[in-house]
């Protein structure tokens, strides 16, 4: 298994290196300091330290009921162990991952280029940004970098996991190369870009350590509600001992820490940063690094899509689907003379011609061996392609590349062959016009094809209240006709980087956030822009740098997946929120007659579950708020279901499984524990 595949956290739930070194973890965090960032679970942790303290007072002076007083004490440090285990779960994955990348880092041997033309043989720790290195087939990349001299076939399975060797070549958009991958063919003249400790590498341990992710906004707002809620239940329980005392039924203060450790929001303080880091360490697991946390969750509120025509919505490579006939001319001539042109044409759209006239009319390559035939390259200055065989000359090109050559030789382009044209055109499509021995037989119809399936896609994201544009250098005509086709809600033809940034901006002036992906130079300012920018590996060195999140596979669907992953967390944090505040109400209903039912007989209407005791209706809270924060640590670790959605929707939903569900659960769980606890007699 390659060290990424390792990487991507494909793991077991609970695998058992992660669930023994997350125990040990969970009793580290126990240190107040590091407690002190979790205001929730601190305030349980100080109720803890003090029932321990009376307890070992109570217990040499003869005071207070032992046997009670040990189980409340140490369920409320149960209370505090789970919560610390769910995280030290969430971060224990992130640590595996970084550990299995640590193997990817090796030291290699670099072939430094000085100044002079000399190579020089030093190890790659010693390398600085904008020296210059050679490397050849069968040499370890030493160092991130770009390509700036040569072209070679690069295994990155290393990083991405991926088998399928890649390209990367001098002067365009795949030039950047990262260390750690491995030359398969040719050499090329690498100019590291980073210094030693920053290398991709370095960066990616740094981001899936799990200990090492500060909170994001959301993140912090809803802590600041959660201590707001803790302050004020704390004050509440500070005044009812005056006011019991005042009743005649005065209580302890493992009683009074058991009410307050129950009301406070514990479940959802307690899985709160599994929450965050659980959501991008499933980034991680679909090859994505996020930068921050911020990214993740800003892909959950994103409100705009932008999304590149060519190999995102289209396959990226025209294919032939038609042949459309000159008047005189049959189908099979045209498919012929079409194929024969495209035999030698190695491209995409060249290869979709031969299978289309191969499926259409039996037509399969020929030998040319004994016919002496004389293929003609494409070329840019021409704009046409095309062979000499048996007599035949047939070319095979542009509209006004045909039209110039057919002029040359006495001809025309027939008006019905131009109707064609223009017909094909409006569809979107692109028109090949083939010629033969100076005639016109017909037109070849190349589409872009609309990845399968992208249409459901939009119409999901639609439903979540996102808006998709797709981004296209073509013209209007023909970006018209692939949005309708792809069933994205606008789009903007003929865009320029410039055109880019002012959509974006646009859009964020009217207060939404904007995704999109890039790879080139000329993205990264859009991408620097964007509220989430996703890189792509393949990309230049500045691409990766202005985008938030880098898509080791470089797909640029993935962005789908991102915004899935962002609306997951959100969702998750939110329905986690919502049960652990309603699930208080069971809590109630269990305490507080058991508290008061002694000196207020009434009170035992409110004991609906029908308690055993006043002692067990205690315990039985506090064990089930303690056993409920393990139960929930694989939903926080895995993410509730996502289902695209209307924000209205999802309230709906969350109101209902989990709204009704945290009510529900309780009544259920408290009366069962209460029913084992009398059957053991521990209360």
């Not at 307050?260 to 880091?277: E, M, N």
């Not at 016919?371 to 840019?380: G, T, Y």
């Not at 589409?447 to 399936?453: E, H, L, N």
């Amino acid at each position: 298994m390659s060290t990424a595949s390792q990487a991507k956290g494909r793991r077991s739930l609970f695998d058992s290196a992660i669930v023994r070194r997350a125990a040990v973890d969970a009793l580290v965090k126990l240190a107040p300091k590091t407690m002190m960032k979790n205001p929730v679970m601190f305030v349980v942790e100080v109720g803890s330290v003090l029932t321990t303290v009376l307890l070992i007072y109570d217990r040499f002076t003869g005071h207070g009921h032992f046997s009670f007083d040990l189980q409340i004490t140490l369920w409320l440090w149960f209370t505090v162990l789970f919560a610390n285990f769910a995280e030290a779960m969430a971060e224990g994955r992130g640590k595996a991952q970084a550990d299995a990348l640590r193997l990817a880092k090796s030291e290699t041997t670099a072939y430094k280029v000085s100044k002079s033309g000399t190579i020089e043989e030093i190890p790659s720790s010693q390398l600085r940004a904008d020296d210059v290195v050679k490397v050849v087939a069968g040499q370890m990349i030493p160092g991130d970098g770009e390509v700036i001299v040569g072209v070679a076939s690069v295994d990155e399975s290393a990083i991405t996991g991926e088998s399928a060797p890649v390209i990367r070549e001098a002067g365009g958009d795949r030039s950047a190369v990262t260390g750690g991958t491995r030359v398969l063919s040719d050499e090329i003249t690498v100019r590291i870009t980073s210094n030693p400790g920053e290398t991709f590498l370095d960066r990616m341990i740094a981001l899936v350590e799990g200990a090492e992710r500060q909170k994001t906004p959301n993140e912090i707002a809803l802590n600041i509600l959660l201590a707001g809620l803790t302050i004020i239940f704390l004050l509440a329980v500070v005044t009812l001992q005056p006011y019991a005392i005042y009743s005649g039924a005065p209580q302890t203060v493992f009683v009074l820490i058991s009410l307050l450790v129950c009301l406070i929001p514990t479940t959802i303080g307690g899985l709160l940063s599994a929450i965050g880091i659980a959501g991008m360490d499933r980034l991680v697991q679909h090859n994505v690094l996020a930068t921050s946390g911020r990214a993740v969750e800003a892909a959950g509120d994103v409100n705009t899509l932008l999304l590149d025509k060519t190999g995102t919505i289209t396959i990226g490579n025209r294919e032939a689907s038609e042949f459309v006939t000159a008047p005189g001319v049959t189908s099979e001539q045209l498919a012929d003379a079409a194929q024969l042109s495209s035999l030698a044409d190695e491209t995409p759209e060249g290869r979709s011609i031969v299978v289309l006239a191969k499926q259409q009319y039996n037509l399969r390559g020929r030998e040319f061996a004994n016919l002496n035939a004389e293929f003609i390259p494409f070329s840019a200055t021409t704009r046409m392609s095309g062979i000499e065989v048996d007599g035949r000359s047939i070319r095979k090109g542009s509209v006004d590349a045909i039209s110039n050559y057919l002029i040359e030789h006495g001809s025309k382009l027939p008006d019905l062959v131009r109707e064609s044209v223009d017909a094909i055109s409006r569809s979107g499509g692109t028109p090949l016009v083939v010629a033969e021995n100076g005639r016109a037989l017909g037109v070849i119809h190349l589409k872009d094809v609309v990845k399968g399936g992208m249409k459901e896609r939009f119409d999901q994201l639609r439903a979540m209240g996102i808006r998709t544009i797709m981004i296209t250098g073509d013209n209007p005509l023909t970006a018209a006709a692939i949005a309708r086709e792809a069933g994205v809600d606008d789009f903007l033809a003929e865009a320029k980087p410039k055109d880019k940034m002012d959509l974006i901006k646009r859009e964020q002036a009217e207060g939404k956030l904007v995704a999109m992906t890039g790879d080139g130079t000329n993205d990264a300012p859009a991408l620097a822009q964007a509220d989430v920018g996703v890189a792509m590996n393949s990309g230049t060195q500045a691409a990766k740098e202005a985008g938030n999140m880098v898509d080791l596979d470089s797909n640029p669907t993935k962005l789908i997946e991102i915004v899935a992953i962002g609306k997951q967390l959100l969702m998750t944090r939110g329905a986690l929120t919502t049960f652990s505040i309603s699930n208080d109400i069971a809590k109630y209903f269990a305490i507080i007659p058991a508290m008061f039912a002694g000196a207020f007989p009434v009170l035992n209407a409110l004991n609906i579950m029908h308690l055993h005791n006043p002692e067990s209706a205690i315990l039985s809270a506090v064990i089930f708020n303690a056993l409920i924060i393990v139960a929930l640590i694989p939903l926080a670790l895995r993410g509730v279901r996502y289902r695209p959605m209307s924000a209205a929707a999802l309230l709906q939903r969350n109101l209902v499984v989990y709204g009704i569900g945290g009510i529900v659960a309780p009544f259920i769980g408290i009366k069962l524990i209460d029913m084992l606890i009398t059957a053991l007699h521990l209360a």
